[in-house]
């Protein structure tokens, strides 16, 4: 699976929209794009994946660019139960497994 | 509608001693997988079933051995329980393996192993 990059924490102001980056810029052509999050010491919680075009949810959107290298993940009005730890992680075709790195702490102030 | 519920959700064991993590799905998946999450070091993958009577090795399979039974079960146990093993577990299941289709995880069992 190809390596993703991630800021380690990011501060975000209540009402106000996260938009969470990551880098995979060894990414191949039929890796999808996976964002869970983890809340506390909860499972991880699927958010939403794409492959190429940008997607968007009851929860989230993602945005990958027209190379495949980056992408964003946005909440758009993030509240104080968005706090949590947000993984990127890409997916080769007909992997089992889902490799988490070590994600971005997001933190919504109030 | 539960999704994926773990049993127990906390248990302290001693060495030696031996023990069955239960997760169970109503979601009708095919696949299902179990990790461990230790600090800083994300969740790695033990073991992971993709239909019901059938199991395969994931990353870290040493110290643990699974069943799956039934579809909508798949148990997780330690013979031998080592302090090794001290950790977060996490079962997880999707529809199918294919790479368009999420995991989705239950709440995890923390097990300490004294």
């Known amino acids: 699976d190809a390596k993703t990059t991630q800021p380690p924490s990011m501060d975000c102001a209540e009402g106000r929209a996260a938009n969470l980056p990551c880098n995979h810029s060894?990414?191949?052509?039929?890796?999808?794009v996976y964002w869970y999050r983890q809340i506390h010491s909860q499972g991880p919680q699927y958010i939403i994946h794409?492959?190429?075009n940008n997607e968007t949810n009851e929860m989230a959107s993602l945005i990958i660019t027209e190379d495949r290298k980056s992408s964003t993940l946005i909440l758009p009005h993030a509240t104080l139960r968005d706090t949590a730890v947000y993984y990127c992680?890409?997916?080769?075709?007909?992997?089992?497994?889902?490799?988490f790195g070590t994600g971005t702490r997001l933190t919504i102030i109030p | 509608n539960a999704g994926v519920t773990q049993t127990p959700k906390f248990r302290v064991l001693k060495t030696g001693q031996s023990m069955t993590l239960l997760c169970a799905q109503d979601?009708?998946?095919?696949?299902m997988y179990w990790y461990r999450q230790d600090p800083g070091m994300g969740l790695r993958l033990i073991h992971y079933?993709?239909?019901?009577?059938?199991?395969a090795k994931g990353e870290v399979p040493d110290g643990y051995n699974v069943s799956r039974l039934k579809k909508q079960n798949f148990l997780l146990g330690l013979e031998s329980a080592a302090p090794s093993q001290t950790s977060v577990y996490f079962c997880?299941?999707?529809?199918?393996?294919?790479?368009?289709?999420?995991?989705?995880f239950g709440d995890g069992t923390r097990l300490s192993i004294l």
């Open positions: 794409g492959l190429k």
């Open positions: 079933s993709v239909g019901e009577g059938t199991t």
């Open positions: 997880a299941s999707s529809l199918l393996g294919w790479s368009n289709q999420p995991q989705h």
């Open positions: 060894t990414i191949s052509g039929n890796e999808y």
């Open positions: 979601m009708n998946h095919e696949y």
């Open positions: 992680i890409v997916r080769v075709a007909l992997s089992e497994k889902l490799t």
